[in-house]
C-alpha cells in the first residue's frame, strides 16, 4: 500500500485521558499535515511539518497538543488530558510539493471519541 | 479572514441527473482551487484549477474556475449512485502558507 497509512482508525477514551495518533506519509513526500475535521464541517488545518521541522501551527492547535515527526518520516499526534470537543476525525495529509502547487493525499484518518 | 462557502449544502438527485455544485471564496493572494471527493473516509483529489476560464474534466466530472466572481464549479453529469459523497472544495493562497481552507462540502445523494 503506497498510500497515507494512519494508526488506529478509531479510538474511543474517557474524557482527561491521553491519546496518541500516528501517520506513516507517501514515501517520497517530504510535507505533512494533520487536520480535524468534524461533523458537517470540512477539515481545519492544525499543523505542517516539512521534513522533520514543524513550520507552521494553527491557533486551534493548543497546548493540550502536540506533534512530532521525528525522522521526517512518520508523525504522531498527541493529544492530552482530552475534552469531549476533542471527538473528531483527524485527517493526516502529505504531498510531494508546496500543497497549493499540487494538493494533498489524504489518509483515512482516524476517529476520536471522547466519553 | 480566508473563507470558502459552498452551495447547495445537501442535494438530493437521481441517477442519470446533472449536478452542479458551487464554491465561493474570500482570499488574500488566490493561488489554487482544489476538489476533493470525501466518501466513508479519505478525501480524494479530483481537481485543481489556478487558470480563470479553463475547464478541467475527468469522465462525468468537470470544473471551471471564475476569478472574476471569485468561484468555481463542479458539474457531475448522468449521475450514479456511487457519486454519493460529500465534495469539499479548499482554496489555497500566495502568502507561503501550505495549508488549504476547506469549505464545508455539499453531501450529494443520488438515489436509484
Known amino acids: 500500500d503506497t498510500g497515507v497509512s494512519q494508526d488506529p482508525r478509531h479510538k474511543i477514551t474517557k474524557r482527561g485521558q491521553n491519546v496518541t495518533f500516528r501517520c506513516d506519509p507517501i514515501s517520497e513526500h517530504n510535507r505533512l499535515y494533520w487536520y480535524r475535521q468534524t461533523l458537517g464541517q470540512g477539515p481545519e488545518f492544525l499543523t505542517y511539518?516539512?521534513?522533520?521541522?514543524?513550520?507552521?501551527k494553527s491557533r486551534l492547535l493548543s497546548d493540550r497538543f502536540s506533534a512530532e515527526r521525528p525522522k521526517g518520516s512518520f508523525s504522531t499526534l498527541e493529544i492530552q488530558r482530552t475534552e469531549q470537543g476533542d471527538s473528531a476525525m483527524y485527517l493526516c495529509a502529505s504531498s510531494l510539493g508546496i500543497a497549493r502547487h499540487y494538493g494533498y493525499t489524504f489518509g483515512s484518518g482516524t476517529r476520536l471519541t471522547v466519553v | 479572514e480566508d473563507k470558502v462557502v459552498q452551495s447547495p449544502l445537501s442535494l438530493v438527485v437521481h441517477e442519470g441527473d446533472t449536478v452542479t455544485l458551487n464554491c465561493s471564496y474570500e482570499?488574500?493572494?488566490?493561488?489554487?482551487l482544489l476538489w476533493y471527493k470525501q466518501e466513508k473516509k479519505a478525501p480524494t483529489f479530483l481537481f485543481m484549477l489556478t487558470s480563470s476560464g479553463i475547464e478541467k474534466k475527468s469522465g462525468r466530472l468537470s470544473s471551471i474556475l471564475d476569478k472574476k466572481e471569485l468561484s468555481s464549479i463542479l458539474n457531475i453529469t448522468a449521475t450514479q449512485t456511487g457519486d454519493s459523497a460529500i465534495y469539499l472544495c479548499?482554496?489555497?493562497?500566495?502568502?507561503?502558507?501550505?495549508?488549504?481552507?476547506f469549505g464545508t462540502g455539499t453531501r450529494l445523494t443520488v438515489i436509484p
Open positions: 511539518f516539512q521534513n522533520e521541522a514543524q513550520l507552521e
Open positions: 479548499a482554496v489555497a493562497d500566495q502568502t507561503g502558507a501550505n495549508n488549504l481552507f
Open positions: 482570499v488574500t493572494n488566490f493561488r489554487s
